[in-house]
């Protein structure tokens, strides 16, 4: 009894080189080899001479046929159906982006110091002129009482003096209500022009020489109360000779004092 190879445990027969013209053995089940110069797997098969070509399996739902790698320097076509895609905006103090600190793009050039200096005066009128008239002519009544009472004493006599000074006071009555009225009307007509600037920017002065104070961070209105804290500020504009009220002819904005505080600008608007 023979036994059995310890490299060969089934006794299979030795392969040794195949014949000419036939395939090597051992190759996998199933996966036949092609020809030699065929095309390898996943290929499209080129139907042959004279054969019109093969139809193509249409892409499964949600996929798209391949494309073919765009030519240097160009960009991959545009699907139909996708909308295009925006750039990143730039940075803050790059392109699109005021300057820091800066007006708002769009506003209209800042006004001068005469044209501000005008308006001031046209609403200075609207506001004192008439309230001036008519406590002008309470004054008047009272200075006509003391005159008159006056002129019927001797200088030296001081007790006629005092008696005639106690005698226009009682009688006065007339001359101090015009006096509050004047008073009261001033006060009205200067809260109505802050409330017209804080509404629309322009007082009547401001509207006939074509100018407005503006919030200087977006352009708008500065509101009720920004106007009439504006208009407090102004204290500070009058100290120190006045210097706030003559501080836009050399500042780069046009700004007052009161301006600067609040960050308000005044622009032409025509």
């Known amino acids: 009894m023979s036994h059995p190879d310890p490299n ?48 193509q399996q249409p892409p499964a739902p949600g996929h798209a046929y391949p494309q073919q790698p765009p030519a240097p320097g160009q960009a991959y ?20 982006y005021p300057p820091p ?17 005008a308006a001031l005066l046209l609403d200075s009128l609207i506001t004192s002129l008439v309230p001036l008239i008519i406590a002008g002519i309470g004054y008047a009544q009272i200075i006509g009482d003391v005159i008159e009472s006056a002129s019927n004493c001797a200088p ?31 006060l009205g007509l200067t809260l109505w022009l802050v409330y017209q600037e804080g509404r629309t920017g322009q007082t009547p002065g401001k509207k006939a020489l074509g100018i407005a104070v503006l919030r200087e961070v977006d352009g708008s209105p500065l509101g009720f109360g920004n106007a009439f804290a504006r208009r ?22 046009k700004q007052t004092f009161a301006d600067k505080i609040i960050k308000s600008v005044v622009v032409k608007v025509k």
């Not at 600190?101 to 200096?117: H, L, N």
């Not at 005092?162 to 009682?170: I, K, L, T």
């Not at 009688?171 to 209500?177: D, K, L, S, T």
């Not at 407090?232 to 009220?245: K, L, S």
């Open 8 to 55: 060969n445990p089934y006794a299979q027969p030795p392969q040794g080189p195949p014949p000419q013209g036939q395939p090597p053995q051992g190759q996998p089940y199933g996966y036949p080899q092609p020809p030699a110069g065929a095309p390898g797997y996943g290929y499209p098969q080129q139907p042959p001479q004279g054969q019109p070509p093969y139809p």
């Open 77 to 96: 076509p545009q699907q139909p159906g996708v909308p295009p895609q925006q750039g990143y905006p730039s940075y803050p103090g790059g392109a699109g």
């Open 101 to 117: 600190g800066g007006p708002v793009p769009g506003m209209p050039p800042f006004a001068g110091w005469w044209s501000r200096a």
């Open 156 to 186: 030296e006599d001081q007790a006629c003096l005092d008696a005639a000074a106690q005698s226009v006071g009682e009688g006065a009555g007339g001359a101090f209500v015009l006096i509050t009225i004047g008073a009261l009307l001033g």
């Open 232 to 253: 407090i500020c102004h204290i500070v504009d009058g100290m120190a000779c006045y210097i706030g009220y003559l501080w836009p002819i050399w500042d780069a904005k």
